[in-house]
């Protein structure tokens, strides 16, 4: 049988960034005058390109999932395709009674902004385009803040804009949400820096404008932009109160009829999460969590009215149930990134004493070695394991169009050119019926006990064993009815 490597995008062409030299003649010497890029502008460049090669990178060492890159390419591409945002991945915990063979996205999460990736999608239709734009998005709000902060930091303090622009773009929070697939947050952050560069520069309007697309990412933001609305009605009445009113009703709109509404069971799932910790559980974790936000700017952020919207989000995750929300890790924190250095930046430029600004420099600096971008300067990153090759080779067998059941790792390689279903060990995956290929890595861990189970299924079925390499397996149905 012939094995081709499967496509995935690779980076072929790096450009580095040089003063661009213009000739302009100037009197009668003709002299050349040199055009230099700003340092804000090289800031958010390089914060865009260490990301962008660190999310690719991962994607292609099978570092990522189908929960959630494989959810959110499926989403995408739904988008592209002039079809509402739903995901075959997503029914594998869709919960009893749900019969779709995909499950609809917007009764899961509030996120309609997705659809800017859309046009970007029908170009380059492949998942890791999610990638990249998420890293331009992370990119591109380096920019932003490093512009900011070269505009306010008092005037003998400037030199520090570009390395607290660094300090942000490479912050832990940030750092965790490339490292964790894609996520509709990213849209958030440079929201949310053109929201804060606004405030700092005394622009009201346009600073409840850019808090005010907040609505359009995720439906817990509103109530960021809600107290975004307080401080902006100190200055702008206006302002402030249609910021408010769009914030509040926008959100109890979202959160109790669109997605209720849009929900195969009718009602928004958050409300209610069955878990059995309280509110009283895992302080320690939430402690650290907190002591990596306050060490960020060693605490002067604080000093600034900017960093009660750090509340919202903190609030939600401190109270929740749910241990995923608790720590440092995942992509939780990541809005928390830009909202503590507006308030970093507005607090140095009422005290811009050196040890204020050198302090946020020195915590990025610690922090920088144990974070998942420190991973880019390993050798054993960049090379391939005997499973990651297997994994290649196994992919390569099966063919567009084919409908799929996948484990987590493989799954994202394959949403971009087949309908792909998540192992499960219930078999619940409402239209993994349909399929005809079952491709998995034995030892994935999520769902526990999914992977195995599958498989024992598909055999039971009479599914033939096609290839198995270093714990990696590919079985094909051998036409009968029946899924795994």
């Excluded at 990119?139 to 660094?166: E, I, K, N």
């Excluded at 936000?293 to 903190?314: E, K, W, Y």
């Excluded at 607090?347 to 811009?352: C, F, M, Q, T």
């Amino acid at each position: 049988m012939r094995r081709t490597l499967p496509r995935m995008l690779s980076i072929t062409t790096v450009t580095t960034v040089t003063a661009v030299t213009a000739v302009h003649p100037v009197g009668l010497g003709g002299r050349k005058r040199k055009t230099r890029i700003s340092p804000a502008a090289a800031v958010g460049m390089a914060v865009f390109l260490v990301h962008a090669v660190y999310a690719l990178r991962e994607h292609a060492r099978f570092g990522t999932t189908g929960y959630d890159l494989g959810i959110f390419d499926q989403a995408v591409r739904s988008y592209a395709e002039g079809r509402w945002p739903a995901s075959e991945i997503r029914t594998a915990t869709a919960g009893p009674g749900f019969t779709g063979d995909a499950y609809p996205l917007l009764g899961d999460h509030f996120h309609p902004i997705l659809a800017l990736l859309a046009p970007l999608y029908v170009v380059v239709p492949h998942v890791e385009t999610l990638l990249v734009a998420q890293a331009a998005l992370v990119g591109f709000s380096a920019y932003v803040l490093t512009d900011a902060a070269a505009r306010h930091l008092p005037r003998g303090r400037r030199w520090a804009a570009g390395p607290l622009g660094l300090a942000y773009g490479f912050s832990w929070g940030l750092q965790q949400l490339t490292a964790f697939d894609f996520h509709e947050v990213a849209f958030a952050i440079p929201l949310l820096a053109l929201a804060g560069r606004a405030y700092l520069d005394g622009r009201w309007v346009a600073c409840a404008w850019w808090a005010g697309a907040l609505l359009l990412v995720k439906e817990d933001l509103g109530a960021t932009a809600a107290v975004l609305a307080v401080l902006l009605w100190r200055h702008h009445r206006r302002a402030g109160l249609l910021l408010g009113a769009a914030a509040v009703l926008g959100t109890a709109l979202t959160v109790l009829v669109l997605l209720p509404g849009m929900a195969p069971d009718g009602r928004y799932g958050y409300f209610d999460q069955s878990q059995a910790y309280g509110i009283s559980d895992g302080w320690s974790t939430k402690l650290l969590m907190l002591g990596g936000l306050l060490a960020i700017s060693g605490g002067v952020a604080l000093r600034s009215p900017f960093a009660p919207l750090l509340l919202p989000t903190l609030g939600w995750r401190l109270t929740s149930p749910n241990p995923a929300y608790w720590g440092m890790e995942l992509h939780y924190s990541a809005v928390l990134m830009p909202i503590a250095f507006v308030a970093l930046m507005d607090a140095l430029r009422r005290d811009g004493r050196r040890v204020w600004v050198v302090a946020p420099l020195a915590v990025a600096a610690l922090l920088l070695p144990i974070q998942p971008l420190a991973a880019l300067a390993t050798p054993s990153f960049w090379r391939d394991t005997p499973q990651q090759t297997a994994a290649r080779a196994a992919l390569a067998l099966i063919p567009p169009g084919a409908h799929v059941t996948a484990s987590n790792s493989l799954a994202p390689h394959l949403t971009d050119r087949a309908t792909v279903y998540l192992t499960t060990a219930t078999g619940s995956s409402s239209g993994a019926g349909a399929v005809d290929w079952l491709i998995a890595v034995r030892k994935d861990p999520f769902p526990v006990g999914g992977v195995e189970d599958s498989i024992r299924r598909a055999e039971r079925w009479g599914w033939r064993v096609v290839y198995e390499r270093d714990g990696v397996v590919v079985l094909r149905s051998g036409g009968g009815d029946g899924g795994a």
